[in-house]
């Protein structure tokens, strides 16, 4: 089954035994954003088409702020754009985007998932959570460790919804935060990505 035929958290939660609940978990941590992102942007927003399609929100809105925030961390991990994510036939398809560990064997080898990103297609962000939660649980299952955190987005381009799945909880950030306050969205994206590194320096030392 597709992650798109999960329409709901509930329905995830459900299917797999996880248990839900809300907490602020994030720790803003400072990005410095370049002048000529924040530049680009505006003109983007102001002056471009970016709300028409699904590709035009990914392309215009979630995929820069997930590449900027990237660029810092690419010695140890990697971006994926709609790689295929596959556990087994109820856990299964192209999520639209994936931070991962970038494999010593070279940038094309994929390897462990941790963070998912899902667009709220239409606004629908409940809809949208379903589905980032199945490819979360997919995640987990194909690392084989269930202690790590895998860590979800859902946006709309505008508007960016944080989760975490660690073991069999799953726990929801509280405040959403918007991309007309820029530092706030990167601080919190960044938060993410500085725990992604975290744990994956952790399992070398072990």
């Known amino acids: 089954m597709s992650f798109s035929n999960y329409k709901s958290i509930s329905a995830v939660l459900k299917e797999f035994q996880i248990t839900y609940t809300e907490a602020d978990f994030i720790i803003e941590t400072p990005f410095n954003i370049p002048q000529y992102f924040r530049e680009d942007l505006q003109f983007v927003m102001r002056e471009g088409v970016v709300n028409n399609s699904e590709f035009a ?10 590449k900027e925030t990237w660029k ?4 140890k991990l990697i971006l994926w754009s709609h790689q295929s994510l596959n ?5 299964s398809g192209f999520p639209e985007y994936i931070i991962a560990k970038r494999s010593k064997l070279g940038k094309v080898v994929f390897e462990q998932p941790y963070l998912l990103l899902v667009e709220a297609k239409q606004d629908k962000f409940e809809e949208g959570w379903g589905q980032c939660l199945a490819e979360m649980v997919a995640a987990q299952r194909l690392n084989a460790e269930p ?3 895998v860590f979800g ?3 709309n381009g505008k508007m960016w919804q944080f989760g975490k799945l660690q ?3 799953f726990i929801q950030h509280t405040i959403p935060y918007s991309i007309y306050e820029l530092d706030q969205l ?3 994206v960044n ?3 500085q725990q992604c590194i975290l744990q994956l320096d952790e399992l070398v030392a072990a």
Do not use: T
């Not at 929100?57 to 997930?66: A, G, R, S």
């Not at 810092?72 to 010695?75: A, I, L, M, R, V």
């Not at 556990?87 to 856990?91: F, H, I, R, T």
């Open 57 to 66: 929100i990914c392309e215009n809105l979630i995929y820069p702020v997930l």
């Open 147 to 149: 202690s790590l955190i």
């Open 153 to 155: 987005i859902v946006s």
């Open 191 to 193: 938060y993410i990505f």
């Open 167 to 169: 073991s069999n909880a």
């Open 186 to 188: 990167f601080a919190a």
């Open 72 to 75: 810092c961390y690419f010695q």
């Open 87 to 91: 556990y087994d036939e109820k856990l």
